[in-house]
């Protein structure tokens, strides 16, 4: 049994907690689950700010599936993909489109510039990232997936990139 609230967690953890210049931006999701995972993996993996393209789920149902870690990550919302295109290019940020195309890289295989700020992009659960942000984007990426399968779920997807992310900023 666990003596600390989740927030005298938070906040021990918040001591010592490495912060990266990376973020995320979800791309008019349907799922709110899928935002507050999206928020709760930043939170984990040392992200900063969820840019949110489209609806911003209420606060409260993003406290409750985020295990509130909404209260640590900046929430930047923007009303369509050209008003974040127009951001990142005003605030000098990296556009890495995590997208299925034919001229995506491999995770694995590309450079990721870590001593800058970059936005991953993963899309919509159903229409994926929206044309105006994979034309504007810097890189596209894709993760290998050795399975059957060929899609993995949005927040998942960005779940790898965070990770896969810190791991490089982490390694001498």
């Known amino acids: 049994?666990?003596?600390?609230?989740?927030?005298?967690r938070l906040r021990k953890k918040s001591v010592n907690a490495i912060n990266y210049p990376v973020s995320v931006c979800a791309t008019n999701f349907t799922c709110d689950g899928n935002v507050a995972f999206l928020i709760r993996a930043l939170a984990c993996f040392g992200g900063t700010t969820m840019h949110i393209i489209g609806r911003v789920p209420p606060y409260g149902e993003l406290r409750r599936l985020s295990g509130s870690t909404n209260s640590i990550v900046e929430i930047v919302h923007h009303k369509n993909p050209i008003d974040f295109v127009k951001w990142s290019e005003k605030n000098n940020t990296f556009i890495i489109a995590s997208e299925l195309t034919?001229?995506?890289?491999?995770?694995?295989?590309?450079?990721?510039?870590?001593?800058?700020?970059?936005?991953?992009v993963v899309g919509n659960e159903m229409d994926g990232i929206p044309h105006e942000i994979l034309l504007n984007a810097n890189k596209t990426i894709y993760i290998p997936m050795p399975g059957?399968?060929?899609c993995l779920n949005t927040s998942q997807t960005a779940n790898i990139?965070?990770?896969?992310?810190?791991r490089r900023a982490s390694t001498p």
């Not at 049994?1 to 005298?8: A, K, L, Y």
């Not at 034919?102 to 991953?120: G, K, M, S």
């Not at 990139?161 to 810190?166: D, S, T």
């Open 1 to 8: 049994m666990r003596s600390e609230t989740r927030q005298e």
């Open 102 to 120: 034919d001229n995506a890289e491999n995770i694995h295989q590309t450079d990721i510039p870590l001593n800058r700020n970059i936005v991953f």
């Open 148 to 150: 059957k399968g060929y």
């Open 161 to 166: 990139l965070l990770y896969e992310y810190a």
